[in-house]
Structures are given as C-alpha cells and as structure tokens.
C-alpha cells in the first residue's frame, strides 16, 4: 500500500486520476519532473543520487510502464517507492528532496535569515546553472547580505595533498511560490552546504557543511 502524504496535492491537476500514464525507456528524472510537475510538487532530486564514489556521473535507470486511472501524486510515489527511493518533505519550505535514503540531514537554521519580508516569487526556475550563481540571484532576491564561500562557488585555490580542483555543481530546479529565503534555504540544505554569522555584524556567510 501506498503511503501518500499529500501535501503533495497542490494544484488543481493533481486530484484528478489521469486515464493512462505510460513511459517508454524513459530516464527515471525525466519521468519524476513530468508527475511532479502534474502533482504540483516542488521537488528537488538528491545531487549525489547517481554519482559513483569517485564522483563521475552514473548512467540513471530508464522506466518504462503503463498504468491507468491514477493521480499524479499517486504515480509519482510508486515510481519512487518502485526504484526504491524516498521522498522527504521540509517543513520550511515544502519542497520534497527524492534521494536513496529515508532521512535527510538538515543543518540550515532558517531563523538565522530572519523575518521574510519578501513576496513569494510565482517561479524560480534554473537549468544547469552553476550553485554559486543561484545562491547569489536568491541572495539578490531576498535583499540579504550575504557571502558565498569560495569553496561553494568553487573559487577556491586547489589545496594540498591531492590539489584536486573543486567545481561548483549545477543547479536544475523548477520550483513554485516559494520566497527567496525559503528557496535559499533548501539550496543550502541540499547541497551540504550551511549558514552561519559573517565576520561582520549583520551578515551572513554559506560555506559548506563540515
């Protein structure tokens, strides 16, 4: 049986079953992006979910079925509970992080950002944008003083012993009414990455999680 905690079932189309979904040798992203996207979940995939222990990209698992007279919430979790997968919900922002693992470390403190006094922005959509670069548009967005680790925007030197040069990943999120520290806060969370008090009084600094 399938366990789905809806607050999943935002949008108008999520509650309505859909007469036939079927995938055909599609990557397993591919097929999450369009039942959320339906469900209207705001959703990020684990970064590291198809990432071998030396860090080169593995080849993610195609999907290919056919089912009827399902919601898209519905589908979306038996894909996931299927490829077994796992879907975790922030309480902060809503956003679902699908990773391999049943938890999540979550080690951003969302007060550190204070009072939201911004709107909700309709979209926040980036495609293969490098991380520093969407923390720095949310950062601009939110109104907040806020630096960005080298190490996060992969500016640092390389270091000893290895001098293995790090590179910032890249961002590919579509997300809905969300505020810019709301949105900031899932980046940082899902990126190992974490929020602290700056040098200076007032500001703050992202730097990654030790």
């Not at 366990?3 to 509650?15: D, H, I, Y």
């Not at 919430?73 to 990773?99: C, G, M, P, Q, W």
């Not at 309709?122 to 949310?138: H, N, Q, R």
């Given at each position: 049986?399938?366990?789905?905690?809806?607050?999943?079932?935002?949008?108008?189309?999520?509650?309505?079953?859909?007469?036939?979904?079927?995938?055909?040798?599609?990557?397993?992203?591919?097929?999450?992006?369009?039942?959320?996207?339906?469900?209207?979940?705001?959703?990020?995939?684990?970064?590291?979910?198809?990432?071998?222990?030396?860090?080169?990209?593995?080849?993610e698992p195609?999907?290919?079925?056919?089912?009827?007279?399902?919601?898209?919430?519905?589908?979306?979790?038996?894909?996931?509970?299927?490829?077994?997968?796992?879907?975790?919900?922030?309480?902060?922002?809503?956003?679902?992080?699908?990773?391999?693992?049943?938890?999540?470390?979550?080690t951003v403190?969302?007060?550190?950002?204070?009072?939201?006094?911004?709107?909700?922005?309709?979209?926040?959509?980036?495609?293969?944008?490098?991380?520093?670069?969407?923390?720095?548009?949310?950062?601009?967005?939110?109104?907040?003083?806020?630096?960005?680790?080298?190490?996060?925007?992969?500016?640092?030197?390389?270091?000893?012993?290895?001098?293995?040069?790090?590179?910032?990943?890249?961002?590919?999120?579509?997300?809905?009414?969300?505020?810019?520290?709301?949105?900031?806060?899932?980046?940082?969370?899902?990126y190992g990455?974490?929020?602290?008090?700056?040098?200076?009084?007032?500001?703050?600094?992202?730097?990654?999680?030790?």
């Amino acid at each position: 049986m399938l366990s789905l905690c809806l607050p999943w079932a935002v949008r108008g189309q999520s509650a309505d079953n859909i007469p036939v979904i079927q995938f055909r040798t599609v990557p397993i992203t591919m097929a999450i992006e369009n039942l959320a996207h339906l469900a209207g979940v705001n959703y990020l995939v684990d970064p590291k979910l198809f990432l071998a222990a030396d860090g080169t990209r593995q080849p993610e698992p195609s999907l290919t079925i056919h089912w009827e007279n399902l919601t898209a919430a519905s589908a979306l979790a038996r894909v996931l509970k299927e490829n077994h997968l796992f879907a975790v919900t922030n309480d902060f922002t809503r956003v679902v992080f699908i990773s391999g693992k049943p938890t999540v470390t979550r080690t951003v403190d969302a007060k550190l950002l204070g009072g939201d006094t911004n709107g909700v922005i309709s979209t926040i959509k980036f495609m293969d944008v490098p991380l520093g670069e969407a923390l720095k548009s949310m950062i601009n967005n939110a109104h907040m003083s806020v630096q960005l680790d080298p190490h996060v925007t992969g500016e640092a030197p390389p270091e000893p012993p290895d001098f293995k040069l790090e590179l910032s990943p890249t961002v590919s999120v579509s997300w809905h009414d969300l505020t810019a520290r709301q949105a900031l806060v899932e980046l940082c969370n899902d990126y190992g990455l974490t929020i602290v008090k700056g040098a200076a009084p007032d500001t703050l600094e992202i730097k990654p999680r030790k």
